[in-house]
């Protein structure tokens, strides 16, 4: 009975397949709305190549029930408006079930909001960190229909302040950017920082793609504090910092995750940056992170540490599992399997294309599998977050290192001291 129902099953999925719009019979439409260029460029075209490596990886291992991943992708400037558009195209036109993206937080939230949460279209974010995304999680507003492969601000935000003081910055000032991302991942340090006994001297929010920052950056630098926390991407934060330099200013930074970028480095020059400290969220290393770092680098010709593109990948992976194990192709029946491909009693799989064969023979048996990915083992909440450790990093000779990582229970422990003290 079994087979004769997955055989029916499977009529039915290629026969929805091949009429959806715009794609070839056998093909399966994913969209992508990804930031490939603005002041989040970077993030989005390391992401792009990630999601174009899973998609080859499920490809090769014999596709969705046989059928094409293909991915549409479209480009939102790092603009939330113009990703609103694309993800009101790919919904309309092309008939995704599923979008991949935004990578920043003020790009995701207005899609989530005003395309894929009433349409109850899947959206998975590799690289949205915003504590705004799981608050619309409990609010209602995301229908259960948004998944983010990144943990929280709220959790970046405590283990940066630990971080800091670990390294001796008791006192700094911030520039942080104004848009859901920097205000939300400044208030989370903000408060851990303090809490934990440290100073702010100036708090300094900017708007975005700015030809200068001197004014943002001269009161920053009032009180002349010690060290400067900036909250940026790459191309912003390089002109905040050299402004910074060229200002006189500290020359210890304090950095969030996007910024361990080869491009911020080459912008500022590395000889500035012997002092710049980082929080990123981290992994738990699987046989996937060595298969990812070894054939990221291969393919794309990346550096596999790229911000966003190791968690693009598990985004796109899980998109993809998920996909094959749901009974159809609509956007909640996808959604609902996702925790079939990462149930902790599942069979182990991982990435790459034996890894995805697996996991479809598994699936096929009517079991269901453990996603280990890149990252580690994904397990999500009720409103689509993930926790995990944080990786603490200097920059080095131009090089961004690894020095240490905190573990989620750390943080959550830090958090829950922080709470207790609160009167």
Known sequence: MRSVVFRLTFLLLVTLVAARGNASPCEVPVGLVLELTGPAGAYGQAAAKAVEL?????????????????????????????????????????????????????????????????????????????????????????????????????????????????????????????????????????????????????????????????????????????????????????????????????????????????????????????????TSSGTSPSASTAYFNAEYARVAKRDPASPAADRAYDAAAIVGLAMQAAPTLDSASIRDAIARVTDPKGVVVHAGKDGFSQAFTALHAGKTVRYEGVIGPVRFDSFGDITGPFRLWRIAAGTVTTIGQMSADQVADIKATLTKATP
């Open 54 to 278: 899973a998609f080859r990886d499920l490809n090769d291992a014999g596709g969705v029930h046989g059928c094409r991943i293909v991915g549409i992708t479209k480009d939102s400037q790092s603009q939330g408006t113009l990703a609103v558009d694309a993800a009101n195209q790919l919904v309309a036109l092309n008939k995704v079930p599923v979008i991949i993206g935004g990578i920043i937080s003020s790009v995701t939230i207005p899609m989530l909001t005003s395309v894929t949460a009433p349409a109850k279209i899947l959206q998975v974010s590799p690289a949205a960190s915003s504590p705004r995304l799981t608050a619309l999680g409990r609010e209602g507003k995301s229908r259960g229909f948004f998944y983010r492969t990144i943990t929280s601000d709220a959790l970046q935000g405590t283990a940066a302040a630990r971080y800091a003081l670990d390294r001796g910055l008791r006192v700094l000032s911030v520039i942080y950017a104004n848009n859901d991302f920097g205000s939300n991942l400044y208030s989370e340090f903000a408060k851990a920082y303090t809490a934990l006994g440290g100073r702010i001297v100036t708090a300094v929010p900017y708007n975005e793609k700015q030809s200068s920052y001197a004014s943002e950056v001269t009161k920053a630098l009032e009180g002349k504090p010690p060290a400067l926390y900036v909250i940026s991407t790459p191309v912003d934060g390089a002109t905040i910092v050299r402004t910074c330099i060229s200002q006189g200013g500290a020359r210890v930074f304090l950095l969030n995750d996007g910024m361990n970028s080869q491009d911020f480095i080459a912008a500022v020059g590395a000889k500035y940056l012997n002092d710049a400290y980082g």
